[in-house]
């Protein structure tokens, strides 16, 4: 029997290439308008402004994205808009699952670990998304549902409550957003580290690994 009865993910970055996708959106709506961004521009710009947002008052998040491109394109001298500024949630059902994803989701849910998703967004956006999955997730924690954002605990505070005393493991991407807030409640996690970062902070995951794949095997390795 596995250590672990229940895996929660985060979905943006983890699961779903939110870069990839973001990156899509913007370049297409800039040039359209005859502006030319780069990607890294795009990503360092978005790293910026996203937490300075999500730091107010609660909004959908919606209206995050939407205050995202207003904010990019004001900060990259891309004249855009406001009422255009739906663009970019409009295209978050799109962004594509990683190449890992759906695969090792299926192999999870066969070896008999329930599934969940903390995540940064709004109900609707997700159900756009969830239609990319090929496995169902018997939790979904949202930013809508607990009116918080991570890095803040609401999201690790509700699920705990939801799952209980099962084994739980957090698999995330994020350092910022999800190992860092994980690991101060103790909640066991293993960073799904994609981009090969370094630890920005004392926070110290169970493991780190660079893909899905590597997860199923540093978990076939910690069994009960």
Not at 73 to 88: H, I, M, T, V, Y
Not at 105 to 119: F, K
Not at 166 to 194: C, I, K, M
Request: hydrophobic fraction near 45%; proline fraction near 8%; glycine fraction near 6%.
């Amino acid at each position: 029997m596995p250590a672990f009865d229940i895996i929660t993910f985060d979905c943006y970055g983890t699961l779903i290439d939110w870069e990839g996708g973001i990156n899509a959106a913007v370049i297409a709506a800039a040039e359209a308008a005859g502006v030319t961004l780069g990607r890294d521009e795009i990503l360092r710009v978005h790293a910026e402004v996203e937490p300075e947002i999500q730091a107010g008052a609660f909004r959908p998040y919606r209206e995050v994205l939407e205050q995202v491109a207003l904010a990019l394109a004001e900060r990259l001298g891309w004249p855009l808009d406001p009422d255009s500024a739906g663009f970019l949630p409009a295209s978050l059902p799109g962004w594509p699952p990683f190449p890992d994803t759906n695969r090792v989701l299926e192999m999870l849910s066969a070896a008999g670990y329930r599934l969940g998703i903390l995540s940064n967004i709004d109900e609707d956006l997700l159900a756009g998304t969830l239609e990319q999955f090929t496995v169902e997730f018997d939790l979904l924690v949202t930013a809508e549902r607990v009116r918080s954002y991570k890095p803040a605990p609401p999201h690790f505070l509700v699920a705990r409550v939801e799952i209980g005393d099962a084994g739980w493991l957090h698999a995330a991407q994020s350092y910022f957003h999800d190992v860092e807030p994980a690991v101060a409640l103790d909640v066991p996690t293993v960073w799904v580290n994609r981009k090969h970062e370094s630890p920005s902070g004392d926070a110290r995951p169970l493991a780190d690994v660079s893909d899905l794949y590597e997860l199923v095997t540093w978990l076939s390795r910690n069994k009960s």
